[in-house]
């Protein structure tokens, strides 16, 4: 019998949470198919970052995020991103500081701070993001601004 933890990282990193969704509904009209969705670490070949630019493209007033920098494909992740502007791009567990820079660079106003805790460290997460950005509001905005400015829109029907 599996365990109430394993069971949970079945559904939240299987592949039903990436599936389209059902015609008879729209994905605007669902607050559990917006900014929740996400394509990270558990995608090895990048093809849930292509199914988001996809569903972005067919949902444009839904913001996306790609979490964890789009795991080992944070090149696609960023490109893709950079061609819809409803995708957001997650920092945690960054490859490299260089694809934080790159993805804060690229994506000033789409970025979100991110550490993976409690696996990964917040210290350490926001150094990065402290050490790609100079003080000022491109770093407020990636620390906090930008998912400030998310849940408000989220708050107020958008």
Same mark, same amino acid.
């Given at each position: ?19 389209? *969704?059902?015609?008879?509904?729209? %994905?605007?009209?669902? =607050?559990?198919?917006? #900014?929740? +969705?996400? /394509?990270?670490?558990?995608? !090895? ?39 819809? *502007?409803?995708?957001?791009?997650? %920092?945690?567990?960054? =490859?490299?500081?260089? #694809?934080? +820079?790159? /993805?804060?660079?690229?994506? !000033? ?50």
């Amino acid at each position: 019998m599996a365990t109430s933890a394993s069971r949970l990282c079945r559904r939240t990193a299987g592949d039903a949470e990436f599936r389209l *969704p059902d015609h008879g509904r729209r %994905l605007e009209d669902d =607050p559990d198919l917006g #900014a929740g +969705r996400r /394509a990270g670490q558990g995608d !090895p070949t990048g093809l849930r970052a292509r199914t988001f630019a996809r569903l972005a493209a067919e949902h444009p007033s839904v913001p996306l995020v790609i979490s964890q920098l789009g795991g080992l494909h944070w090149i696609t992740a960023i490109e893709l991103a950079k061609d819809r *502007p409803n995708i957001y791009i997650e %920092l945690s567990t960054a =490859p490299t500081i260089l #694809a934080v +820079r790159l /993805a804060v660079h690229e994506l !000033p106003t789409r970025t979100l701070f991110g550490s993976d805790a409690p696996y990964g460290d917040p210290v350490v997460a926001r150094t990065v993001v402290e050490r790609v950005t100079r003080p000022g509001e491109l770093r407020d905005r990636v620390l906090g601004g930008t998912l400030e400015e998310l849940l408000s829109r989220r708050g107020q029907g958008r």
